[in-house]
Antibody, heavy 119, light 108 residues
Framework: ELQLVESGGGLIQPGGSLRLSCAASGFTVSNNYMSWVRQTPGKGLEWVSSIYGGGGTYYADSVRGRFTISRDNSKNTLYLQMNSLRVEDTAFYYC?????????????WGQGTLVSVSS | SYVLTQPPSVSVAPGQTASITCGGNNIGSKSVHWYQQKPGQAPVLVVYDDSDRPSGIPERFSGSNSGNTATLTISRVEAGDEADFYCQVWDSSSAHVVFGGGTKLTVL
């Protein structure tokens, strides 16, 4: 069974750093495109970052230069390193697998982990 | 950057048909995907590549895409369909995933 489990969220002060993890089972992370999506409570979905099979990475303008997406093939785990955190980064963070014939949809999602940035 | 526009809310009576639109410049040239999100839960893919359904999604969910508008149609709406729905595309010019603002479906 395909499963994604995020961890690493919590309460952090502005300017701080956190690393989110997304442990995958039922498929191989390195063979798939993967993405992070966030959602401020009560608001809509916002794409954060994606990593592709060859290792290419892409970021939303709001996080570029502060966040880094990566993966550990030996642990079958996706990561999101978040530095210089801001209050506006407060959100639920979901990891998702990119699937489909066109490789553009997010066919499986984790349950999310909450990041709260506050002083 | 590419923008997707959805109505904030749609209301429908049980048993009727709900249509949720997603507008974008020449969206008909892109593959559109739809997600259902119930309160406290992660989003679930209900339609991909304009009109295909993942396994386990009822046939009541269908999609279309042409011109500047994509549409998610839910037939014979049930109380359990009440949720937020989001459309999504891949913007190749920026290499970004783009979501619509979401539509809250209310079953009267």
């Amino acid at each position: 069974e395909l499963q994604l489990v995020e961890s690493g969220g919590g309460l952090i002060q502005p300017g701080g750093s956190l690393r989110l993890s997304c442990a995958a089972s039922g498929f191989t992370v390195s063979n798939n495109y993967m993405s992070w999506v966030r959602q401020t409570p009560g608001k809509g979905l916002e794409w954060v970052s994606s990593i592709y099979g060859g290792g290419g990475t892409y970021y939303a303008d709001s996080v570029r230069g502060r966040f880094t997406i990566s993966r550990d093939n030996s642990k079958n785990t996706l990561y999101l390193q978040m530095n210089s955190l801001r209050v506006e980064d407060t959100a639920f963070y979901y990891c998702a697998r990119v699937g489909g014939a066109t490789k553009t949809d997010l066919d499986s999602w984790g349950q999310g982990t909450l990041v709260s940035v506050s002083s | 950057s590419y923008v997707l526009t959805q109505p904030p809310s749609v209301s429908v009576a049980p048993g009727q048909t709900a249509s949720i639109t997603c507008g974008g410049n020449n969206i008909g040239s892109k593959s559109v995907h739809w997600y259902q999100q119930k309160p406290g839960q992660a989003p679930v893919l209900v339609v991909y590549d304009d009109s295909d359904r993942p396994s386990g999604i009822p046939e009541r969910f269908s999609g279309s895409n042409s011109g500047n508008t994509a549409t998610l149609t839910i037939s014979r709406v049930e109380a359990g369909d009440e949720a937020d729905f989001y459309c999504q595309v891949w913007d190749s010019s920026s290499a970004h995933v783009v979501f619509g603002g979401g539509t809250k479906l209310t079953v009267l």
